[in-house]
């Protein structure tokens, strides 16, 4: 795992590449930065001789790294148990989409959009792909993310989950299998335009151009951490999210909707007064909207929210 060298400038350049192991994994931005800090410290606290020692500290990084994501999951559990409602990954913008709210919204911002930037959106970063993974126990997601999304040989697999090489295999077919059930993911261009028809409808408090767009079995899921109103259970059927919409747009006078890109896919930002409300990814099959995940609490909108050191 990793790359070879010793030197400040290879060991600093191994940072990137594990805060996106770390984020894949847990699900979380802010998770994944503390775990990557926590092996860098690590990594410091050896004496000199044993850092020589290590052939590729990019390897050395990462088997730590993915051993504290595999504990943090652990415990994860637990404290999900306790969370109000249903926890959702944190939602990603594009760099292009940094500056949607107002200056000093959410103190940290700053930092949490810069490590934002760091993360490779592609397939593996969708918000559906992300709520399988959540599906998984820790093992299988560790050995999954290593092997199938970052291509690391089982036989460095096994040295994070302190197993056999082909004990990590059966974790990681176990995990196929549910990644397996998943939608196929639509082309960008056919989402998109079925975003946009999400947003006019919903802009327009149409309830019957709702449902058009809405798959009958659709299922909206939201994310309110019990620190904003949201619905604690999913709603389900189209009828039923799209009245629920409605009823939204109702009690929020004001509510701006923009066509984000949320984790590298057409999704939709909610904003009202300048502040970003709530982030919204959807799932789509046969032009129509299968889920939707709805993430409103405010710890997990960092990112999203402006650089108050920025112009403009």
């Not at 504990?71 to 949607?100: K, M, Q």
């Not at 629920?244 to 909707?257: N, Q, R, S, T």
């Amino acid at each position: 795992m990793g790359t070879a060298g010793t030197g400040a400038d290879a060991i600093a350049g191994e940072r990137r590449q594990l805060l996106n192991i770390a984020y894949r994994m847990l699900g979380s931005l802010a998770e994944a930065e503390d775990a990557v800090q926590e092996a860098y410290t690590r990594w410091y606290a050896l004496p000199r001789r044993r850092q020589e020692e290590i052939a590729s500290p990019g390897a050395w990084l990462t088997t730590v790294t993915s051993r504290i994501c595999l504990d943090l999951l652990g415990s994860a559990r637990a404290r999900r148990e306790r969370y109000v409602g249903v926890w959702l990954p944190e939602p990603l913008p594009d760099r292009a989409e940094r500056g949607l709210g107002r200056p000093g919204d959410l103190v940290g911002a700053t930092g949490l959009a810069d490590l934002a930037d760091q993360i490779v959106l592609d397939e593996s970063v969708a918000m559906a792909f992300l709520v399988v993974l959540e599906s998984m126990t820790p093992a299988e997601r560790v050995a999954f993310v290593l092997h199938d999304v970052f291509r690391y040989p089982f036989a460095e697999i096994a040295d994070v989950l302190g197993r056999t090489p082909a004990a990590c295999k059966q974790l990681a077919s176990s995990a196929r299998r549910r990644v397996a059930g998943a939608p196929t993911p639509v082309p960008s261009a056919g989402r998109a335009d079925t975003v946009r028809r999400v947003k006019e409808a919903w802009e327009s408090k149409d309830i019957a151009a709702l449902v058009a767009v809405l798959d009958p079995a659709a299922m909206m899921t939201a994310d309110g951490g019990g620190m904003v109103g949201a619905a604690l259970r999913p709603v389900k059927g189209g009828a039923r999210i799209a009245q629920y919409m409605v009823a939204i747009a109702d009690k929020a006078p004001g509510l701006e909707l923009l066509e984000r890109s949320v984790n590298g896919a057409p999704g939709l930002v909610a904003r009202r007064d300048g502040v970003v409300m709530t982030v919204a990814s959807f799932d789509v099959t046969d032009g129509r909207v299968t889920r939707i995940w709805a993430v409103r609490n405010p710890e997990k909108l960092g990112p999203w929210l402006r650089d108050p050191s920025a112009p403009w």
